[in-house]
């Protein structure tokens, strides 16, 4: 798999030319079924609403897209430039191996990784930029992220230049919370081999049989008591879709949040 940056089109989120846009895309695609590669690549595309989206697009070895995500948690801006967001994450097979897709930003949502994580994905691509983040938070970050939903992480960036402390980070981290590589600051193609099956056993406590970590963690997980804990939903932005009672020591009653549980 071949994983490009944040915006090949359009770094810096620049304004994006529509037709050039759509050749790159065909010249990706071109290139995936010579090289007989799968490729990953993200673009600021406009799409049949009229507006700009930050997709990933997923090129199979045939040259054919075989998936394309949204990028749902906008950065400030790109709400700002009143980009359209996705509803959903999406989920693809590609040689056995279960991919997902992450953008940029939303490397800081381990909420989101743990809803990733419930459908138990081999691979988490990762098309970033982070231009103002310091570089050690980024290593750290694409760790735990992948220690906690037991997947490998693919981060593909930008270099900030040799000196910079800042972005950069094109890196691997394995479902052990491991580097496998990282580029850091430099440029070019960097390579490596894993085995998107690999998974971190453990045993469930000291002396006992072992399981994946991330079964351990679904087995002994109490959603009600976190959901207790959450602050008032805010639902003004979204369709609001009511329901009969439900359960109202969590969510208020008459709610979709308080009958999904």
Do not use: W
Request: glycine share 4%; proline share 5%; net charge positive.
């Amino acid at each position: 798999i071949l994983v490009f940056p944040e915006y090949c089109n359009a770094p810096g989120n620049f304004e994006a030319d529509d037709v050039i846009s759509r050749d790159l895309l065909r010249r990706y695609k071109n290139a995936a079924k010579k090289n007989k590669a799968n490729i990953s690549v993200n673009m600021k595309i406009k799409k049949s609403d009229g507006k700009y989206y930050n997709t990933t697009f997923f090129i199979d070895s045939f040259g054919e897209i075989a998936s394309e995500y949204d990028k749902t948690h906008l950065s400030y801006a790109e709400r700002k430039d009143a980009m359209g967001s996705g509803t959903q994450p999406v989920f693809i097979t590609c040689n056995d191996a279960k991919i997902t897709f992450v953008t940029c930003f939303e490397l800081y949502f381990s909420e989101y990784f743990e809803a990733l994580a419930a459908k138990k994905p081999d691979i988490i691509i990762c098309p970033s930029y982070q231009r103002s983040e310091n570089s050690s938070i980024i290593i750290t970050q694409a760790k735990a992220r992948a220690l906690d939903s037991e997947a490998f992480i693919i981060r593909s960036s930008y270099s900030m230049g040799e000196e910079s402390s800042y972005g950069g980070q094109s890196l691997i981290t394995d479902p052990s919370g491991s580097v496998v590589i990282n580029a850091r600051q430099e440029t070019g193609l960097f390579t490596a081999n894993i085995n998107p099956q690999m998974k971190r056993i453990r045993p469930v406590a000291y002396g006992n049989f072992s399981l994946s970590s991330r079964d351990i963690i679904e087995q002994f997980r109490i959603p009600d008591l976190y959901r207790r804990n959450l602050p008032a939903l805010n639902l003004s932005k979204y369709p609001r879709l009511c329901a009969h009672r439900g359960f109202s020591e969590a969510c208020p009653e008459n709610t979709l949040p308080s009958n999904r549980i």
